[in-house]
């Protein structure tokens, strides 16, 4: 049960660097958007369940179960809450320039 934890644990940490290596990378808040709100959400699960995993059974599983199941309702919702404002502030999704 421990390595089936760290695997997932460090599956989720794979994740989460790629989505922060694509807020650093990507041009503006729509494609920003894009690719946390997809690669957080797998991310935290994988991270979550590996340290469910690895708490046993027992009330802290039960927090955790609850924090994931909130995540995935409020992931969606933040992310596109987020776009909506960029959008209704003015700001128009990134296009290469043709030289």
Known sequence: MQTLSII???????FLLVA???VIRLPDVFSR???VS???SLGAFL???GIALHEGLGTNTLKILVVLALLYILDPVISHATVRAALRSGLK???KEIS
């Open 47 to 49: 991270m979550l369940v």
């Open 8 to 14: 997932f644990i460090v599956s989720g940490l794979f």
């Open 20 to 22: 922060a290596i694509g």
């Open 38 to 40: 997809l690669t957080d």
């Open 93 to 95: 999704p990134w296009k």
């Open 33 to 35: 958007s894009h690719a």
